[in-house]
């Protein structure tokens, strides 16, 4: 289904575009977790939890490249609390079914739960060697900035705080399947999502580089 709302951001087709060695990222959280989590695509995962092709593929083709170039690539602190929470609804979807209490699994299975640290552990070195970490000071102006974003943009919770991060370090390009980021003005949106890029195309919003 295509986006209903206009497109604020510059959108970038990943498919086509090639990184670029003084390109600046911000990664979000998704593709961290497809590029670096071994299990995303597992097989033991329900069709909901699995991700689409094109995310398990093309997302890790553009990071890869970007490393290789050696963009400079960040994330945020935020990254790993949302990397934990997918990576442990992974792993007790895997052992126990998609309907599996997350709670019931921390107490009752320690061995297992022992893995899934080990697993977040993995993959936050993985990101960690390769992106540096963007600080932020979640004080009363930066929550009063991030409110103030839900008058004009459709973006979640913690998107309202990685934007504020990438807004005080003058970080503008960021690398997501989140379609939500497309109402932000004055970012570039690196993107496979085929939902954002035919809605850019058609309002004169996507860009070639």
């Known amino acids: 289904m295509s986006l209903r709302y206009p497109i604020q951001a510059a959108v970038v087709d990943i498919r086509t575009d090639v990184p670029q060695a003084e390109d600046i990222f911000f990664v979000d959280t998704n593709i961290w977790y497809w590029a670096t989590y071994p299990k995303a695509d597992s097989s033991l995962l329900s069709r909901w939890s699995r991700p689409n092709p094109y ?15 050696e963009s400079t690539l960040y994330c945020s602190g935020l990254s790993l609390s949302e ?5 442990e ?3 007790c979807e895997i052992s126990k079914g998609e309907k ?4 019931d699994f921390r107490r009752k299975y320690p061995t297992e739960r022992a893995g899934v640290v080990a697993e977040i552990s993995n993959v ?3 990101v960690t060697s390769v992106a540096s970490l963007l600080d932020l000071n979640i004080d009363s102006s930066t929550t009063n900035a991030a409110l103030m974003r839900l008058t004009t943009q459709l973006i979640d919770g913690y998107d309202l705080f990685l934007l504020e991060t990438m807004q005080k370090h003058s970080v503008t390009k960021i690398i997501t399947d989140d379609g939500d980021y497309v109402t932000v003005p004055g970012i570039q949106v690196f993107t496979a999502n ?16």
Not at 56 to 69: H, K, L, R, T
Not at 100 to 103: G, H, R
Not at 195 to 202: F, L, R, T
């Open 55 to 69: 995310q398990i593929n093309d997302y890790p083709n553009y990071f890869e490249s970007a490393v290789v170039v």
């Open 83 to 87: 990397l934990a929470h997918r990576i």
């Open 89 to 91: 609804r992974t792993e």
């Open 100 to 103: 599996f209490s997350l709670k």
């Open 124 to 126: 936050w070195s993985q």
């Open 194 to 209: 085929q939902n954002v890029i035919k809605a850019a195309a058609s309002q004169g919003k996507l860009l070639s580089r």
